[in-house]
């Protein structure tokens, strides 16, 4: 267990830290579900690890719970697509709040729920990769 996160995020101040830390979180588009029945998305992908000095990643769920409906935008059609996120933003509203996920190359999903309820939760420890994630100017 040494190194893993498992944070949780139960109010929209909460989402900027956890959005920080979910920062290029990769995983295939077929790796990304909504079960209607549990008002639940996972995303079951890699995470780069942030807060380490080396670069490192490991595998991550960040599952959205509580939720109402959830849209995609730009959805690839192949499952193998792998998809970047960028960030996670909330929004609170009168009747419900708003998630939204942003995802390199323009993807992104939009999930109405009742309350902000997001964990992510690290499945394994911490592993060294090559590469750093680039951010060029856009």
Same mark, same amino acid.
């Given at each position: ?9 139960? @109010?929209? !101040?909460? /989402?900027?830290? =956890?959005? *920080? ?7 295939? &588009? ?47 059609? @192949?499952? !193998?697509? /792998?998809?970047? =996120?960028? *960030? ?7 009747? &419900? ?42």
């Amino acid at each position: 267990m040494k190194g893993r996160l498992h944070l949780r995020a139960e @109010d929209a !101040e909460d /989402v900027p830290a =956890l959005s *920080a830390l979910a920062q290029d979180f990769v995983a295939r &588009a077929a790796d990304i579900g909504f079960d209607m029945r549990a008002r639940r998305l996972v995303l079951l992908g890699n995470r780069f690890c942030w807060e380490t000095r080396r670069p490192m990643r490991t595998r991550t769920a960040l599952v959205l719970s509580s939720l109402l409906r959830v849209k995609r935008r730009n959805w690839p059609a @192949d499952g !193998e697509t /792998v998809l970047e =996120l960028l *960030a996670i933003e909330a929004e609170e509203g009168e009747e &419900a709040v708003t998630l939204r996920l942003h995802f390199a190359g323009g993807a992104a999903i939009r999930a109405e729920a009742e309350c902000v309820d997001l964990l992510l939760d690290d499945l394994a420890d911490p592993v060294p990769t090559p590469r750093k994630p680039v951010h060029r100017p856009g």
